[in-house]
Each structure stands twice: as structure tokens, then as C-alpha cells.
């Protein structure tokens, strides 16, 4: 790592990475090349003992590809740099300094496991961290919170959580979880009324403009009726239950005979 292209791509990737949106691409390549670089270093998944600064370095540059890939809505991609970053995270944690990123990226991965809803990773691995930080660490305490909230079914403490991001990459888990959630209350809308307002599936389904309520109605194949501002839910059509009536006649007409027979 202390070869000059190597740093050289470093600094250049951190000054891509703060650039925000515009930056987003050229991050991704400078990636590509700085992973290859990790490898051929054996930094990537490192064993045994290495310069501090290297370990430190190549820390940093999987943290900023765990940030870069949920920035650009990749979640496998966010899984393998979460799960590289564990080396780190676990084996050399009593060598190198803590990472301010460490809480940060933690905490993504609750809410990730949260939106897949695999509850039961969610809580063993709540398991395995600090318990005051869980209390203390805002990064923590965010999806502690929305795990709580979604058990309650306070859906709109949800909504409003995320205004209460500590990062913006959390918006995005948020954002996946309210899409699970308005299909959830979409369902149960369907099965309780034939019509509703649309104010009123606006406010219950969590959106803010008309357009996007239209856009979901679309999805779900709802007829919208904008000259009474209703919403037409799809009916499913009733099952209906085919009753063979030459074999129930046969059987009844055997059953007569036997019955006969018998007296």
C-alpha cells in the first residue's frame, strides 16, 4: 500500500467520495482498482502481522465501499465489503485505533437485516455488540428503534424516522422498509373497503403527493376515479366450489340400496 499509485488512487477515491453524487461513478472505478491493489498487498481478507498504517488504510477504503455501495442502492455489494470489514472489525481491533465509520456501518447492517426481516440475525447480532453503546450510539440506537416500532406496527413512528436519519445512506433501508409497509397496509385496505378517498389513502399509506399515490394505485391495479376523488379497489372474484352431482347422486342412490339391504 505504500506504493505512489496506490496512494495516489487512495486520496483520489477520498476526494471522490466527499464530492457526494457527482463523484458516485469515478468512486465505483477507483474501487475496483484499489480492491485489486488489497489483494495482490494481502490486505483484502489480511492475516498474520502488517504495518499499521496499511491495515488502518485498507480499513478505510472498504469502509468508504460499504458507504459507496448503499449510496448507489447495491446491497449485495454492501454485504461482501460488511463482511470483509470484519477482519478488521474483530481480529485487529485490539491493534488498530476504532474507526468512526465502525457504529455507522453496524448499525446499516441492522437495518438491512431488518428489511429482509430476518429478525432472528437482527437479535444475534444486537447479541454481539457493546450493550452502552446500543443505548448511546445514535447509529445503534436507530435501528433498535425501528425494530421496536415495526413490532408495535407504529408505522408512522417509522415514517417519521426517517427525518431522524444519523446518516443519509440510513434513508435508504428506511425507504425499503416503508415499501414493505404500504403493501402490508395496501393489502389489509383491499380486504376492508370497496372505495376509499384519495386524501385518505394519501395519509394512510404514507405519501406525501398525489402522484406518487397513483403511481402505487397503478402498481396494484386500483381503478382510480378522479372526477369523485375515489380510489376502486380490485376485487378478487369469489371461489367458487364445483360440487360433482353425478357422483353425490350414484353414492346417495348406493347408500339408499345398502340401507334397504339392511332393514
Known amino acids: 500500500m505504500s506504493t505512489n499509485p496506490l496512494v495516489s488512487l487512495y486520496q483520489d477515491l477520498k476526494q471522490n467520495f466527499n464530492a457526494g453524487p457527482s463523484g458516485l461513478k469515478r468512486t465505483g472505478e477507483i474501487l475496483a482498482q484499489l480492491k485489486l491493489g488489497l489483494i495482490q498487498a494481502g490486505l483484502l481478507v489480511p492475516q498474520g502481522e502488517h504495518n499499521l498504517e496499511d491495515l ?9 465501499g460499504a458507504f459507496w455501495s ?5 446491497v449485495p455489494s454492501f454485504d461482501r465489503y460488511f463482511s470483509q470489514l470484519q477482519t478488521f472489525y474483530k481480529d485487529y481491533s485490539q491493534v488498530l485505533p476504532p474507526s468512526p465509520r ?3 456501518i453496524k448499525g446499516l447492517n441492522l437495518i438491512r437485516l431488518l428489511t429482509q426481516n430476518r429478525i432472528a440475525d437482527f437479535h444475534t447480532t444486537l447479541e454481539s455488540l457493546p450493550a452502552e453503546a446500543l443505548h448511546d450510539n445514535p447509529y445503534l440506537k436507530h435501528p433498535v428503534n425501528l425494530e421496536r ?3 408495535e406496527g407504529s408505522y408512522s413512528k417509522v415514517w417519521s424516522a426517517r427525518n431522524e436519519a444519523p446518516a443519509e445512506e440510513y434513508k435508504y433501508f428506511v425507504d425499503s422498509l416503508m415499501g414493505t409497509i404500504r403493501n402490508e397496509i395496501a393489502s389489509c385496505e383491499e380486504a376492508a373497503y370497496n372505495t376509499l378517498p384519495i386524501k385518505d389513502a394519501c ?12 403511481t402505487f394505485a397503478q402498481q396494484r391495479k386500483w381503478e382510480v376515479d378522479l372526477m369523485n376523488e375515489q380510489i376502486q379497489f380490485a376485487r378478487k372474484g369469489e371461489e367458487t366450489l364445483e360440487i360433482p352431482k353425478q357422483k353425490v347422486i350414484v353414492a346417495s342412490l348406493n347408500y339408499a340400496r345398502e340401507l334397504e339391504q339392511i332393514v
Do not use: G, Q
Open 56 to 64: 488502518s488504510v485498507a480499513r478505510d477504503i472498504l469502509e468508504i
Open 70 to 74: 448503499i449510496r448507489s442502492k447495491d
Open 102 to 104: 465502525e457504529y455507522a
Open 203 to 214: 395519509t394512510l399509506l404514507f405519501f406525501t403527493n398525489r402522484s406518487d399515490l397513483l
Open 149 to 151: 416500532w415495526l413490532m
